[in-house]
């Protein structure tokens, strides 16, 4: 059976993370919850960039090659993802449209008030503060969805949209259409 993958992309803090899991315990199938927070946990030597050994700028692109490699091979593999992104560019998203081309993608936008962003960044405190600003200024800029979501809703409100317009899917999926150049948003909660 093919793989779905999920792809969910917002600022820092927008509330992606939350979603994700909220999605994860509420869909009928099994899905991995898979983000660069799980990868950038327990593979990077931060001790060694923390103290200097290593440049986290050095080390970067290289990991986020790799993550976006990781995804059609966990794909491959029959395993179902929500993929819990922050897409800073487009040449990340067009390295992710042809990766993930062989499978069925669902792309969720999450939009959150930079006040609202920055506010939670603070509260967080494990976000270098600035990280939701720079975000917020790129992250959804030429970028086209098969569902969009308030991060300030209701979480649960949040994914049940979000598994009924997966569920509702017409092809071509946004996914589909970057890759046809065709960009028009196909649903907004």
């Known amino acids: 059976m093919a793989a779905t993958v999920i792809l969910v992309n917002g600022a820092s803090s927008a509330g992606k993370s939350t979603l994700c ?31 200097g050994e290593f440049t986290w700028p ?14 059609p091979a966990l794909a491959s593999a029959g395993n179902n993802l929500i993929v819990d992104h922050i897409i800073e560019n487009d040449a990340w ?10 499978f069925d993608v669902f792309f969720v936008g999450v ?36 569902c969009e979501v308030d991060g300030t809703q209701d979480v649960g409100a949040n994914a049940d949209a ?3 317009a997966w569920r509702g899917r017409q092809p071509p999926g946004a996914f589909a259409r970057l890759r046809i150049g065709a960009f028009e948003p196909a649903c907004r909660r």
Request: charged letters at 30%; one cysteine or more.
């Open 162 to 164: 979000v598994i009924a």
């Open 93 to 102: 998203l067009a390295d992710l449209v042809r990766l993930l081309a062989p």
């Open 111 to 146: 939009h959150c008030p930079l006040t609202e962003l920055e506010a939670r960044e603070r509260r967080r405190g494990d976000r270098r503060l600035g990280e939701a600003r720079n975000d917020f200024g790129t992250v959804h800029d030429n970028r086209i969805y098969d």
């Open 58 to 71: 050095s080390l970067r692109p290289a990991f986020f090659d790799g993550f976006h490699r990781c995804l």
């Open 21 to 51: 899991k909220a999605l994860q315990a509420r869909m009928r199938e099994p899905f991995w919850h898979y983000s660069i927070d799980h990868f950038r946990a327990g593979v990077l030597p931060w001790e060694r960039i923390r103290a």
